[in-house]
């Protein structure tokens, strides 16, 4: 099957009618608001089973249409024979009413066959309603039994497939632009129905197939509007001219896969909108595919260590959600323990762009920690952008996005988990792309359940599985470890863009006996956002000078196997290197369920070491975490309870 035209065709209705959320894409619920679940079970035990939806919906209105027509032709002949022993002017209506049995049946035809398309439904109606005004039925005329009718009356469905409708080719819709009449209209929604239904050689739809084949016109695209029906007029439709950007060239359909009964991944790529797809495939060139079985196992054995671990439900339920406390309106939420590495990076990253690159805001001082909703959110793009765009070392990223639809199973050694079996990825090579892509993405990441899950898996694929365990000094080390919490390789992968295992500066060899050398990897160069460890204060690790002095006054602060934040506002405190001076720092933890603003007065100076308390114990580890970049600071709480 030509997999490369059945993406252009699915691109070229996806942007005629792009998909909502209403839409179904996944077959098992299509078969449930269907109704046809019985067919689809009777179906499977055949010993010839077809092997499509639209082949057994057509053999079921075979089979059902064949036992009407046997019963028509029985009431025909008793009508037949009744016919002669009437008076004249009850042959004439009896004679009405075998002429209209036409329009009757297509009537009940329309009602029994769920339509093509949500936007399709106003028409639908009004079509049946134009067909009740022409024809009155009289109460016998239908010679269905009443269990057959009541079981047509529940498979009944109105908008339930919210695919495109059937449309001309491109090169037809650009030529011919001929106004379309309501009885032009009509007939093509009942040839819709006569070419999926058998019994098409029946004379009212031989003749509403005839005349819609010849008739020279582009179909109007309907109004996407919830009171559509109720404000057109009968006989006036309104409809407007879509014009088709015809070259769709750069969809990538190498992982697509096209099964149909036996399979239920449905690899469309249908959840991604019509703006995002034009961009896709004729302004940007973005690449969009589905993460593969291989790719997820590979994904799994980097981030947990094995294919057959899953993501706790910690990572699986964590977002970017904001703080609604008015003094700590910048924070992102952490509901459980674990990815708080990932929290407080992209908390760092964040701060970064309010308090320093933030030239839209006039607000100064403390104000400026107090954004508005949409200068939080705008932030929280920024920060995003900026972390993939590092980690794709600044020439291309990757953003995985969750599509709600199974692309593969378990296999193997691969144990599925029902989220990277529903990852699409799309690929950019340009910054001002890459904020785009995400501004529209936004809500998946900071009100989905999925955010922090997917943007460890945006950075690790922006960055490469190669080159992320190229960067590691072991390169079965796993991002995540035990009991779910972040790994120091994961945590340099967010602030500086590589998984390196050590906070030191450069690459350090030792010498392990036997002329052979270790190569240890560390910080190359002076990061955006710094980094302390209390693992400093015990001598566990080195912290380089790239971490300690980053370019901006944020600094991810490890203590106690939990990551958080510290950051100033100004600027100045990383130049300022007197012997004495005094300065504020703020500092802001998304798991304390914190509710006041904690603001830290630290004092340098060679008289400020007396007033320090000799009992280590009851130092909190903060302030140990502070002496490591000032090494005799006194830190002031401000009337704040110390975090012991």
């Known amino acids: 099957m030509d997999t490369q035209g059945l993406k252009r065709t699915i691109a070229c209705m996806d942007e005629e009618h792009p998909r909502s959320e209403a839409s179904i894409n996944n077959r098992s619920l299509l078969r449930q608001l269907l109704g046809i679940e019985d067919l689809y079970r009777n179906n499977k035990v055949q010993k010839c089973p077809l092997k499509t939806l639209l082949e057994i919906i057509v053999n079921h209105h075979m089979e059902r249409l064949k036992c009407e027509k046997i019963t028509s032709n029985e009431v025909d002949s008793s009508q037949k024979a009744s016919s002669d022993s009437t008076p004249t002017h009850n042959k004439v209506e009896s004679?009405?009413?075998?002429?209209?049995?036409k329009e009757t049946k297509l009537r009940?035809?329309?009602?029994?066959?769920?339509?093509?398309?949500?936007?399709?439904?106003p028409q639908l109606a009004s079509s049946q309603d134009n067909l009740g005004n022409s024809v009155k039925e009289p109460e016998k005329?239908?010679?269905?039994?009443?269990?057959?009718?009541?079981?047509?009356?529940n498979r009944i469905r109105r908008g339930m497939m919210a695919g495109p409708i059937p449309q001309e080719s491109n090169r037809k819709r650009q030529s011919r632009k001929v106004e379309v009449s309501q009885s032009v209209l009509r007939k093509e929604e009942e040839t819709q129905v006569g070419l999926l239904m058998p019994g098409s050689h029946q004379k009212s739809q031989e003749s509403s197939l005839a005349e819609i084949c010849s008739a020279d016109y582009s179909i109007p695209e309907r109004i996407h509007s919830e009171d559509s029906f109720e404000k057109r007029r009968p006989n006036i439709p309104k409809t407007r001219e879509v014009k088709l950007k015809p070259k769709i060239d750069d969809l990538n359909s190498s992982e697509m896969v096209l099964d149909d009964i036996d399979d239920d991944d449905n690899d469309d790529g249908s959840d991604l909108p019509k703006g995002f797809l034009q961009k896709t495939t004729l302004?940007?060139?973005?690449?969009?595919?589905?993460?593969?079985?291989?790719?997820?196992?590979?994904?799994?054995?980097?981030?947990?260590g094995s294919g057959l671990n899953n993501f706790n439900i910690e990572w699986r339920s964590q977002g970017f959600t904001f703080s609604e406390t008015h003094d700590l309106r910048y924070g992102i939420v952490q509901k459980k323990g674990g990815p708080c590495g990932v929290l407080a990076s992209v908390q760092a990253c964040l701060l970064k762009n309010l308090?320093?690159?933030?030239?839209?805001?006039?607000?100064?001082?403390?104000?400026?920690?107090?954004?508005?909703?949409?200068m939080?959110?705008?932030?929280?793009?920024?920060?995003?952008a900026e972390i993939l765009w590092k980690a794709g070392e600044e020439k291309q990223a990757m953003v995985a996005i969750h599509s709600g639809n199974d692309r593969f199973t378990s296999a193997g050694h691969y144990k599925s988990d029902e989220v990277l079996e529903k990852v699409m990825c799309v690929s950019v090579n340009d910054i001002k792309d890459l904020q785009l892509l995400l501004e529209h993405y936004i809500d998946r990441f900071q009100t989905g359940m999925l955010g922090c899950f997917l943007l460890t898996i945006s950075a690790v694929l922006s960055?490469?599985?190669?080159?992320?365990?190229?960067?590691?000094?072991?390169?079965?080390t796993a991002l995540i470890g035990n009991h779910g919490y972040c790994t120091q390789e994961l945590v340099n992968l967010l602030l500086c863009g590589r998984a390196v295992s050590n906070v030191f500066d450069n690459d350090v060899e030792l010498d392990s006996g036997n002329g052979n050398m270790t190569l240890l990897k560390g910080i190359k160069s002076r990061c955006d956002v710094g980094f302390l460890s209390l693992f400093e204060h015990y001598n566990i690790c080195k912290v380089g000078a790239y971490l300690k002095s980053p370019c901006y006054p944020i600094w991810v602060v490890c203590s106690e196997s939990h990551f958080s934040v510290l950051f100033g506002l100004q600027r100045e405190l990383l130049t300022c290197e007197d012997k004495c001076h005094e300065f504020d720092l703020y500092y802001y933890d998304g798991l304390a369920n914190q509710q006041e603003e904690i603001r830290l007065t630290v004092s340098v100076g060679t008289s400020t070491s007396s007033c320090q308390n000799p009992d280590s114990d009851l130092i909190p580890p903060l302030e140990l975490c502070i002496r490591t970049?000032?090494?005799?600071?006194?830190?002031?709480?401000?009337?704040?309870?110390?975090?012991?």
């Open 95 to 101: 004679f009405d009413v075998f002429d209209n049995s």
């Open 108 to 121: 009940t035809s329309l009602q029994s066959l769920p339509t093509c398309d949500a936007t399709n439904t």
């Open 141 to 153: 005329s239908s010679s269905i039994p009443e269990t057959m009718q009541q079981s047509r009356n």
């Open 283 to 304: 302004e940007h060139n973005y690449a969009a595919h589905p993460v593969d079985r291989r790719t997820a196992m590979e994904l799994k054995v980097v981030l947990l």
């Open 355 to 374: 308090l320093f690159e933030n030239t839209e805001s006039c607000n100064t001082g403390l104000q400026r920690i107090r954004p508005s909703n949409s």
């Open 376 to 384: 939080r959110r705008k932030c929280l793009i920024l920060a995003l």
């Open 463 to 476: 960055r490469s599985i190669e080159k992320v365990k190229e960067d590691m000094d072991v390169p079965t």
């Open 629 to 644: 970049r000032w090494n005799d600071a006194l830190v002031c709480w401000n009337d704040t309870e110390p975090i012991l």
